[in-house]
């Protein structure tokens, strides 16, 4: 069975860190992208950065670039995903989401809402930043 989980939101003043989890199993881990993205009430899911597991590649989106981490653990089948200089525009439900069929792998991350199937979603975690 698919499954990703993530954990590590949780509530940080501005200017504070926080390091998220996605532990995935029921798939070759090595064969897939996996990607952060993080949704705000009333706002579409946004794709924030992607690795490569195989090659360990990343993408990052401008709005993180720069602040955030994507790093992952074959060994464990897990991405992570450290925040720093967290902004009250960072609150959101975070995501992460496995795919391979992107070419080059992280490509179109954007595409990802629509064409990625439901087990390969988890089912996110709160992070809120306190200005």
């Known amino acids: 069975e698919v499954q990703l989980v993530e954990s590590g939101g949780g509530l940080v003043q501005a200017g504070g860190s926080l390091r998220l989890s996605c532990a995935a199993s029921?798939?070759?881990?090595?064969?897939?992208?996996v990607a952060w993205f993080r949704q705000a009430p009333g706002e579409e899911r946004e794709g924030i950065t992607c690795?490569?597991?195989?090659?360990?590649?990343?993408v990052y989106a401008d709005p993180v670039k720069g602040r955030f981490t994507i790093s992952s653990d074959i060994a464990k089948n897990t991405v992570y995903l450290q925040m720093n200089s967290l902004k009250p525009e960072d609150k959101a439900e975070y995501f992460c989401?496995?795919?391979?069929?992107?070419?080059?792998?992280?490509?179109?991350?954007?595409?990802?809402?629509?064409?990625?199937?439901?087990?390969?979603w988890g089912q996110g975690t709160q992070v809120t930043v306190s200005s």
């Open positions: 989401a496995a795919d391979r069929y992107d070419s080059p792998y992280c490509s179109r991350i954007d595409r990802w809402p629509k064409t990625v199937a439901d087990p390969y």
């Open positions: 029921g798939f070759t881990f090595g064969d897939y992208a």
């Open positions: 690795i490569s597991i195989g090659d360990g590649s990343t």
